[in-house]
């Protein structure tokens, strides 16, 4: 206990004994440590108004496509450019790689857009995008996008590879909240406060999955243990924000 707690519980002592009330350590040590939970915790992955902290895939300055606006909701602009991957675009990345985390974002997709949010990502010159080693939990306007017609490519599934168990994503234009937890090998994709995949990575069942999915032949794909977060240029309107992610 520390010695704001000691000192908390000492006044609830003499405040019980003056009142002829009982007042248990249990209750007094709850409330202390209610009082002094660290918010700092959880770690923002933007500053709302630049892109420090972040860089193009594969190395360089975010592209111009990429932008924030006035509320810190970081976009991009898919009419600044001409289509995936391609001039002032690019998926980006955070320049900090996370081990054990609990990652915590809003999306909102374009109408009939494809976007994602890719984890565990690894740069090296041998892989030419995020996915060739990250795991994504997609973004997708399930109403009119083409990719939705395939049952793994749905919004909130873990693509390619796990099927949401329910389908709670919102309509193009309207704001989802997401969360991704990997912890020791344990992942959860929750999407707006069902949690739609659990599993358990780097098994043998884990191999399997991959094995029978379209990563099959990207030997780096799902195997590294720790990796930087990216957002993902599809070539669509797509908004992020509320990025935050705290380490477990």
Known sequence: MNKRSLAVLALAGILASCSGEKSTETE?????????TPESEWIPLSDGSTFAGWHKYGGGEVGKAW????????YLDAGNKDGWQTGDGGDIVTDEEFENFHFKYDWKI???GNSGVIFYVHEAP?????????????VLDNEGHP????????AGDLY??????EETVKPWGEWNHAEIIA??????????????????????EWEALIADSKFKD??????????SIALQDHGDLVYFKNLLIKKL
Not at 28 to 36: F, I, K, Q, S, Y
Not at 147 to 154: E, L, Y
Not at 183 to 204: A, C, F, Q, R, Y
Request: hydrophobic share 35%; no cysteine.
């Open 67 to 74: 932008k924030i606006d006035e509320e810190g909701t970081i």
């Open 110 to 112: 374009g109408e009939n």
């Open 28 to 36: 007094v040590v709850e409330m202390a440590e209610t009082e002094t």
């Open 126 to 138: 041998e892989y030419q995008y995020p996915w060739n080693t990250g795991m994504e939990m997609q």
């Open 160 to 165: 390619d590879l796990i099927v949401s168990s």
């Open 147 to 154: 990719d939705a017609k395939i049952i793994s490519h749905r």
């Open 218 to 227: 990207m030997p780096g794909f799902g195997t590294f243990k720790k990796g």
């Open 183 to 204: 912890d020791h090998g344990k992942l959860e994709l929750i999407l707006n406060g069902t949690t739609v995949v659990s599993t358990t990575m780097w098994t043998p």
